[in-house]
């Protein structure tokens, strides 16, 4: 049972999310504005509908200028608000929690626990195939593509581009999911190009935190004793000796009301996708998935401490420079977007 509030806001919005996100990907094909279809990609028509407007590929301009204003808008929310792309709507984030879901439900109790990995396997390779047949009704209208399927009359390309993403659906979720992440999405690759010093993400609050280490159950937070916050200097030294002790040494043992909030109870690294210490720092690997987010909340509660000793929020200054006031990049990406935005317009306008 879950016991944060911050991780039942939080699960909540992901699924709201999640499932809007599916029932849009899996009912787009099917739908049909003033007996169009609402969006087709007609590759083999050479026909792009688009919600009510029928372009040839040819006259295509005004989509290449609102694809590019969709990716200014997402450098946009990126740099301001950090990785929610990756965290609520990416699909391979979306279908992986499918999959975990599929996880939950098929663990059974008692003697049917042995068919649980079967049934799982038997839905996941389902659902993947119906990912494979609604991906590939964007290009070719899914009616037809039904019917050459259950007369066994589909065409080779079609049959092709169907099973290989029925095929990339099943495997990426099952054996790669968050690694496709961290080694392999493109934009995964470029946030150092979009982020600022200013972006949020989700760290752990060393000033809070440190010095880690159990303790008997019951006592205050630090925010509740006169202890109080670390400074970042003496916090950041902590984390470096408790992340390299080869180097620096163990450190030592502290008595209770020395401690900081950090039980070092390890939910947050056995909750880690990829394994990162989030506190050792905010890594580039680090997908800001939040689940070490939710763990954390829920240690926290249990030790009946105030939740968010690791969250989402902005770099802090640790005795250095403040970033520079002025944001370029957010200014670059909304130009940038709105720039894209008239051009669309434009060319949407111009005689062909
Ligand atoms: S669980 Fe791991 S990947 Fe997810 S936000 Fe925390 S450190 Fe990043
Ligand atoms: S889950 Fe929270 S309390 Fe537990 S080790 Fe991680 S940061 Fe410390």
Not at 8 to 19: C, F, G, I, S
């Amino acid at each position: 049972m879950s016991l944060s509030q911050g991780k039942r806001a939080r699960t909540a919005l992901r699924t709201a999310v999640a499932l809007a996100l599916l029932a849009a990907f899996y009912l787009l094909p099917w739908l049909r504005l003033d007996g169009q279809p609402i969006l087709l990609l007609d590759l083999s028509a050479r026909r792009f509908h688009l919600f009510g407007y029928s372009l040839q590929p040819e006259n295509a301009l005004p989509l290449f200028w609102l694809v590019t204003a969709a990716a200014a808008l997402l450098c946009l929310v990126t740099v301001m608000c950090g990785r929610l792309w990756c965290s609520h709507v990416c699909p391979q984030t979306v279908l992986t929690r499918v999959f975990r879901t599929l996880d939950q439900l098929t663990a059974f109790d008692g003697p049917a626990a042995r068919f649980g990995p079967a049934l799982r396997h038997v839905l996941w390779a389902a659902i993947a195939l119906w990912t494979g047949i609604s991906f590939v009704g964007y290009f070719s209208p899914i009616g037809g593509l039904i019917h050459d399927l259950t007369h066994f009359s589909l065409g080779m390309w079609e049959g092709f581009w169907i099973v290989f993403y029925a095929l990339a659906t099943w495997a990426n979720v099952v054996y790669l999911h968050e690694q496709v992440c961290s080694h392999l999405c493109p934009y995964s690759r470029v946030q150092h190009l979009i982020t600022d010093a200013r972006t949020p993400t989700v760290r752990y609050i060393a000033a809070r935190g440190e010095p880690r280490g159990p303790r008997p159950h019951g006592g205050p937070s630090v925010l509740h004793r006169s202890r109080g916050l670390l400074d970042p200097v003496t916090a950041n030294d902590y984390v470096f000796r408790a992340a390299h002790p080869a180097i620096a040494g163990a450190l030592p043992k502290f008595n209770p009301e020395h401690l900081g909030d950090c039980t070092d109870c390890g939910a947050c690294l056995q909750a880690c996708p990829i394994r990162l210490d989030i506190r050792n720092g905010h890594s580039s690997h680090c997908i800001e998935c939040g689940a070490c987010e939710d763990a954390c909340d829920e240690a926290m509660v249990l030790q009946h401490f105030p939740e968010g000793l690791i969250r989402r929020m902005a770099p802090e200054p640790d005795g250095g420079q403040p970033p520079p006031a002025l944001r370029v990049k957010p200014l670059l990406f909304t130009a940038a977007m709105l720039v894209a935005l008239v051009l669309t317009i434009v060319t949407a306008g111009a005689p062909y």
